[in-house]
């Protein structure tokens, strides 16, 4: 039986890369879409494919790192720092999970708000119940990543449907998706936060995890297979969720900005982006795709949350335990913003545009430990993949600065 669930998921392409694509349909995507096309139409289209292709080329190099090696980036990185500046990296990557997890947190809580008709601030402590369901399926990995797989299927597959069901105008995807344009600190704030909750560092960080694990213990026997078929789901899982997340965008511009809809500030009214498809029950299945993105990119931030945990402190860490902290900080801030009439949908942004600016912390380590031929051997990252990758971070850092600058 385990024989035959390995070839279902070699066949489907369901392994570390589907765990981590998740990070990728969660509700700040949800969020950062929504807002862009609805605020821009679809002139950060371009935003959301460039950032798609570096996802991939980063998601690679992390796995690669992780197959060598056979550790974790941050096991090799940290190794390398002296004791104060451990720290501050650690502090670095702890505020980048705590961002991760308030967008993961809303998710959920919205969510409940939407399905079962209550506060947000009482479908606030409903939200623990991810604490449970860790405790209960990460003991499988195997398990867990076919879980996801199905959640992440059900969400991505009704926006590509609805491409269809309006008639999306391939002309003007195209054009869009190729004219790079930026006007005015908005929109590069919201474009900022495109490209955070599309590479999201604490994804990076786990992608090498999760690879080291699986090519433990095989003793070095077929690297290149094993690098192959990493390539193969990474191309797979973070492509398919890059058209989700195009196709988000896409619909939020049919259902609101071409009617004039542009300031769009509540995730409750974000379930008019499924109504070609669903109709009457566009809302209750927008906040069950809400729920399950959040529900199950959780799952993945917590385990990225230990590996921080696990690699600044040198001790294991139960990941349950590891959530449960996570919750109860966010839940103050998270309940202070709802005090405040705050709107989720700022909430979303302002954590993924947090992410983008923790992004160099994550792509510097990953980009110098890739090409050391000490580290890697004959399996370094080829120059012009180098060159790329570290054109790519600097176009981040780049993207970050000039939204306080313009």
Same mark, same amino acid.
């Given at each position: ?100 997890? #308030?967008?993961? %947190?809303?998710?959920?809580?919205? *969510?409940?708000?939407? $399905? +079962?008709?209550?506060?947000?601030? /009482?479908? @606030? ?49 195209? #054009?869009?998706? %190729?004219?790079?344009?930026?006007? *005015?600190?908005?929109? $590069? +704030?919201?474009?900022?936060?495109? /490209?955070? @909750? ?71 009214? @974000? ?136």
């Amino acid at each position: 039986m385990t024989g035959k669930l390995e070839n279902l998921k070699r066949i489907l392409a369901i392994g570390p890369a589907t765990l981590v694509s998740v990070a990728y349909i969660d509700p700040g995507n949800f969020g950062t879409n929504i807002e862009a096309g609805s605020k821009y139409g679809l002139t950060l289209l371009w935003v959301v494919w460039l950032s798609g292709a570096m996802a991939i080329m980063f998601q690679y190099i992390s796995g690669k790192v992780g197959i060598v090696t056979e550790k974790g980036l941050l096991d090799v990185s940290m190794a390398k720092l002296r004791k104060n500046e451990k720290k501050l990296y650690f502090f670095g990557l702890f505020i980048a999970i705590l961002a991760t997890d #308030m967008a993961e %947190f809303v998710g959920m809580a919205v *969510g409940f708000h939407l $399905i +079962l008709g209550i506060p947000l601030s /009482i479908s @606030a402590g409903l939200s623990v119940v991810d604490v449970l369901l860790l405790f209960l399926l990460t003991e499988d990995l195997g398990r867990m990543e076919i879980v996801i797989a199905g959640l992440v299927g059900i969400v991505g597959l009704s926006y590509l449907i609805e491409l269809v069901i309006v008639h999306a105008n391939p002309e003007e995807i195209l #054009m869009h998706s %190729f004219i790079p344009y930026l006007s *005015g600190s908005e929109m $590069i +704030l919201t474009a900022t936060s495109i /490209i955070g @909750a599309t590479i999201m560092p604490h994804a990076i960080i786990l992608h090498s995890y999760l690879s080291a694990e699986k090519s433990a213990g095989k003793g070095g026997i077929n690297k290149k297979g094993e690098i192959k078929n990493h390539l193969k789901e990474t191309l797979v899982n973070l492509g398919g969720a890059s058209l989700v997340n195009a196709a988000i965008q896409i619909m939020s511009y049919y259902a609101f900005y071409l009617k004039g809809l542009t300031n769009i500030t509540s995730l409750e009214s @974000a379930y008019y982006t499924l109504a070609p498809l669903f109709g009457a029950l566009a809302s209750w299945i927008f906040a069950i795709s809400l729920f399950s993105s959040g529900l199950s990119s959780s799952m993945v931030s917590v385990i990225a949350g230990v590996k921080i945990l696990e690699s600044y402190f040198g001790t294991p860490t139960k990941q349950w335990k590891v959530r449960l902290m996570l919750r109860l900080i966010n839940m103050v801030p998270f309940l202070i913003a709802v005090y405040l009439g705050v709107d989720m949908m700022s909430i979303l942004v302002y954590t993924q545009a947090i992410l983008s600016f923790s992004l160099p912390l994550v792509l510097f380590p990953l980009i110098n430990i890739s090409k050391d031929g000490n580290l890697m051997g004959g399996y370094k990252i080829s120059k012009p993949l180098y060159v790329i990758s570290l054109v790519s971070t600097v176009f981040i850092v780049l993207i970050n600065i000039a939204m306080f600058v313009f």
